[in-house]
């Protein structure tokens, strides 16, 4: 596809259960980002990819929360032992490489509700 | 520490009114100001950068390093410019982007 595909979209779950979020990056992308967007919050960074190396998860709420990157391009976001404050909108974004000039593009996001 | 301050969570002018929307930022270097936008029911998407010093859809930004402040800005709003504006900032040798709160804009017509 053209753009940063994110799946699922929409994702129901109890609490306790674990989620796994799943985003596929532009293709040639790099660079591969998690954010979390919270009701009536800003855009919370939680980690980023270069490659399939992860130099800064300062982001990461708690030790529930992990990602990982396979073959430079997919993503997964794991949540384990979901709680309700973990509902959010979280969004994917890849750009080409790091670093000035690289324009960061997101996907439409995967909404998730804790229940 | 980087932080992105926009003090208006919503603003709203009539059409063909200038528009502004606020943005303030706290970083001791030379950092990196965006604009993102996310029409309803769209992804968030670029709207602009400082230093591309580009006009976007009649909207440009000019960065202030005295006042430490990215305000964006339009002479004469229009209809579709309804959105939600978020600024954000890149620091230095940090990849991430430092995100405000964001401005829900409203063009009344």
């Known amino acids: 596809g053209a753009g940063v595909s994110q799946s699922p979209s929409n994702k129901v779950t109890e609490k306790g259960k674990d989620v796994e979020l799943r985003c596929d990056p532009i293709?040639?992308?790099?660079?591969l980002y998690w954010y979390r967007q919270s009701l009536g919050q800003g855009l919370e960074f939680l980690i980023y990819?270069?490659?399939?190396?992860?130099?800064?998860k300062s982001g990461l709420p708690s030790d529930r929360f992990s990602a990982e990157r396979t073959g430079g391009s997919v993503s997964t976001l794991t949540i384990q032992r979901t709680q309700q404050e973990d509902s959010a909108v979280y969004l994917c974004a890849s750009s080409l490489n790091l670093g000035s000039g690289n324009t960061i593009y997101f996907g439409e996001g995967s909404w998730l509700t804790v229940v | 520490a980087q932080r992105v301050t926009q003090p208006e969570k919503l603003l709203s002018v009539f059409k063909g009114a200038p528009v502004e929307l606020k943005c303030n930022y706290s970083?001791?270097?030379?950092?990196?100001l965006f604009w993102y936008v996310q029409y309803s029911r769209q992804r968030l998407q670029l709207l602009l950068r400082h230093i591309s010093r580009e006009s976007i859809k009649g909207f440009t930004a000019d960065l202030n390093k005295g006042e430490t402040s990215f305000h964006l800005k339009k002479p004469f709003a229009q209809e579709e410019d309804s959105a939600m504006y978020y600024c954000?900032?890149?620091?230095?040798?940090?990849?991430?982007?430092?995100f405000g709160q964001g401005t829900r804009l409203t063009i009344n017509p």
């Open positions: 293709s040639g992308h790099t660079a």
């Open positions: 990819f270069q490659g399939n190396s992860a130099p800064d």
């Open positions: 954000a900032l890149k620091g230095g040798g940090a990849q991430k982007l430092v």
């Open positions: 970083y001791s270097g030379s950092p990196e």
